[in-house]
């Protein structure tokens, strides 16, 4: 895949994980931290009983546009994840006994992930999407709990759901319903059809 028309593509962001998606996809982009308080932007919203798919598309948003405004001409990517449990937002835990009880509270149950991204250019919104993914975590006893955290990163451990699948996390789980992208944080297909649509790339 190539850039089309020498159009700069710009990821809003220095996550490795999605830096990685769109290396491994072959797209030529740059990236760039956003400057986005993450947790005053959604707080207004939360409090108003915000949708976990409706925070992630809101923190999308303000990543690109943020971006977009510091690079003007380019298309500036901006994405955000937001795990959901019993159909509220579910927090990052802070230190190894919240991890804990998190996946004690998840064990046997099923919790969402939603991943969004929104495409800006010169501070306008082009296109935006959310995708769900559907997580089923077999019962886990305390002791496997344990094992599970003493062979996991401190990056893993301090993320939404304790897990990432690309490693062990994939032990956690019975069944998984969604796109394997979405899951990993940004849903590429999407993203890929819609960089097409807007002429910022051909294949």
Do not use: W
């Amino acid at each position: 895949m190539k850039k089309a028309m020498n159009i700069p593509i710009i990821l809003a962001s220095t996550s490795p994980s999605r830096r990685a998606l769109l290396t491994n996809a072959r797209l030529s982009f740059s990236s760039m931290r956003p400057h986005v308080d993450e947790r005053a932007v959604e707080a207004p919203f939360i409090k108003t009983g915000a949708t976990p798919g409706f925070l992630a598309g809101l923190l999308s948003r303000a990543k690109a546009l943020d971006v977009s405004k510091r690079a003007p001409g380019a298309f500036v990517i901006g994405g955000d994840q937001v795990m959901a449990f019993e159909g509220q937002p579910y927090s990052k835990p802070e230190n190894r006994q919240e991890a804990h009880a998190h996946l004690r509270r998840l064990s046997g149950k099923t919790h969402y992930l939603m991943s969004a991204f929104a495409i800006a250019r010169d501070g306008e919104i082009l296109f935006e999407a959310c995708e769900t993914a559907a997580l089923h975590m077999r019962v886990l006893d305390d002791a496997e709990i344990e094992a599970y955290l003493a062979c996991i990163s401190d990056e893993t451990l301090c993320s939404s759901g304790v897990y990432q699948l690309e490693g062990p996390g994939v032990r956690l789980f019975d069944r998984i319903d969604g796109d394997f992208f979405t899951i990993l944080g940004m849903p590429m297909l999407q993203l890929l059809a819609a960089l097409r649509k807007l002429g910022a790339l051909h294949d």
